[in-house]
């Protein structure tokens, strides 16, 4: 099954996918990490995502769209797969939805928090494009071109919320309740 992690830049998705993968065995896969993978490698894909990455931009869908789908379309049904930072537009939940095997996307958690906590959030992680002016980008992109992808999943049945303005050991059971709710649902089905 494909978990589909929602949110604004530094919400904390990763941190609580990464929690729940190492308790639960579970993958979790983020874009954002593999990006700067290449990055650090120097590869020709990271040195053309860096300028991207560096403004607060997005690297485009077709980069995007090849990185994860061959990872996708391989998954064994009995996986569970946390998807972090992806997709990222409508163009990129689309291509999700043809790459990914026939009914395996079964949930997209949608972590909230207000402004001034993603903020304080980033600014505290001290990343090479969180500084004050990326961040402001970042988060304008965000509500301009992901934000649409949580009405995209509410009309699929897909959506739960999750708010995340608390401490990471508060929001993490919810996380695991919304995941084993969805796991017992396709075993249903
Ligand atoms: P993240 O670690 O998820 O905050 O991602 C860091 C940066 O990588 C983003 O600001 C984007 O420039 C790029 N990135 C990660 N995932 C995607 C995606 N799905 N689509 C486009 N750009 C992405």
Do not use: C
């Amino acid at each position: 099954m494909i978990v589909i992690l929602l949110g604004a830049p530094g919400v904390g998705k990763g941190t609580q996918a990464q929690l729940a993968a190492k308790t639960h065995g579970w993958k979790h896969l983020s874009t954002g990490d593999l990006l700067r993978e290449e990055v650090a490698a120097e590869t020709e894909l990271g040195l053309q995502a860096q300028t991207y990455m560096n403004r607060g931009d997005l690297v485009p869908d077709e980069v995007m769209v090849g990185m994860v789908a061959a990872r996708i379309a391989t998954l064994p049904a009995e996986d569970v797969l946390l998807l972090d930072g992806f997709p990222r537009t409508l163009v990129q939940a689309q291509a999700l939805e043809e790459a990914a095997p026939s009914g395996s996307i079964g949930l997209a958690l949608y972590f909230t928090a207000s402004d001034d906590v993603l903020i304080g959030r980033l600014l505290g992680r001290g990343r090479k494009d969180d500084t004050q002016e990326v961040i402001q980008h970042r988060l304008a992109v965000y509500r301009e071109t992901t934000e649409p992808l949580v009405a995209f999943y509410r009309d699929r049945g897909f959506l739960a919320e999750i708010e995340a303005d608390r401490p990471v050991e508060e929001i993490q059971p919810d996380v695991l309740a919304a995941v084993q709710g969805a796991l017992s649902q396709t075993k249903l089905a």
